[in-house]
């Protein structure tokens, strides 16, 4: 039976010696990496079968980061985390969503061993699907103008203009469609290029229906939270090597539609202002 091939993934130099050291003599192939991208790279150009990787790690990324991107190129690899800290029961569950095991340091080396082969034995628990940002919004479109469209409801502000379902939520569409073209497109954050003439007919629209321009920042505040939401209920298949420049690109794109159909509400505004 061929050695299993191991990725040992931490910042501590002292415990990439001694653990590697100890998985070589229980005849492990061992692959150590200092850092994140380090890993990173490590990972696009070999194929292992347990990735052991520190949780926390200084600089960009962090075990999470490495995992996805383990999930992503090798879904039958196994996956294990290193943490100092043990009580962190908030987030283990969401961390056990993407790693196989969470192991507290310092940890008994008999029972390090004895996880990574059994783990090996049975294989990966569940299926290992990841996907990006763009994917997960692409597909939950209609859920999350749902949900949008319930939390508006809540804003007695909002909802003293009367409107249907269809006139109050049928920009949307289009906005998904754009942010997901973002996304893919990976456009550099702060980018003005992309133009969206319904943005702009939004502000216009919402000119006319009544709406003041604060009633239109609040509408795109909780487009926000609705999109976080949906990025919250999928953390199981998220792609956590992307999700903080997915975030970051999200929140540029929903301000810059907000800002086209301030332009065009103003310009609307002005318009009425003038005398007959």
């Given at each position: 039976m061929a050695l299993a091939k191991v990725l040992l993934v931490d910042d501590d130099a002292s415990i990439r010696y001694t653990l590697a050291l100890i998985l070589e003599?229980?005849?492990f192939i061992v692959t150590v990496a200092a850092n994140v991208p380090e890993a990173l790279k490590k990972i696009n150009a070999e194929i292992f079968d347990v990735l052991l990787s520190d949780l926390h790690m200084p600089g960009?990324?962090?075990?999470?980061?490495?995992?996805?991107?383990?999930?992503?190129?090798?879904?039958?690899?196994?996956?294990?985390?290193?943490?100092?800290?043990?009580?962190?029961e908030a987030a283990a569950q969401a961390i056990l969503l993407q790693a196989d095991e969470i192991l507290?340091?310092?940890m008994n080396v008999e029972m390090l061993i004895d996880v990574i082969k059994q783990r090996l034995a049975i294989g990966p628990p569940r299926s290992r699907i990841v996907e990006s940002?763009?994917?997960?919004l692409e597909r939950s479109v209609e859920s999350t103008i749902q949900s949008w469209f319930e939390l508006v409801q809540m804003e007695a502000k909002l909802m003293a203009i009367p409107l249907t379902f269809e006139l109050r939520c049928g920009h949307l569409t289009q906005v998904f469609r754009d942010l997901v073209y973002r996304l893919r497109a990976s456009k550099e954050?702060?980018?003005k290029e992309l133009l969206s003439a319904a943005a702009a007919e939004h502000g216009v629209t919402r000119r006319k229906q009544g709406y003041t321009a604060a009633m239109m920042v609040e509408e795109s505040r909780i487009l926000q939270v609705s999109i976080f939401k949906t990025l919250q209920n999928n953390l199981a298949n998220i792609d956590f090597s992307v999700v903080l420049i997915g975030v970051m690109t999200i929140a540029d794109e929903?301000?810059?539609q907000l800002s086209q159909a301030m332009d065009s509400y103003?310009?609307?505004?002005?318009?009425?202002a003038l005398p007959a």
């Open positions: 003599q229980h005849d960009a990324g962090d075990g999470l980061t490495v995992v996805s991107a383990m999930r992503h190129s090798n879904p039958k690899a196994v996956t294990l985390l290193l943490t100092a800290f043990p009580a962190m507290v340091k310092p940002v763009a994917t997960i954050l702060g980018t929903v301000d810059s103003i310009a609307e505004s002005l318009g009425d």
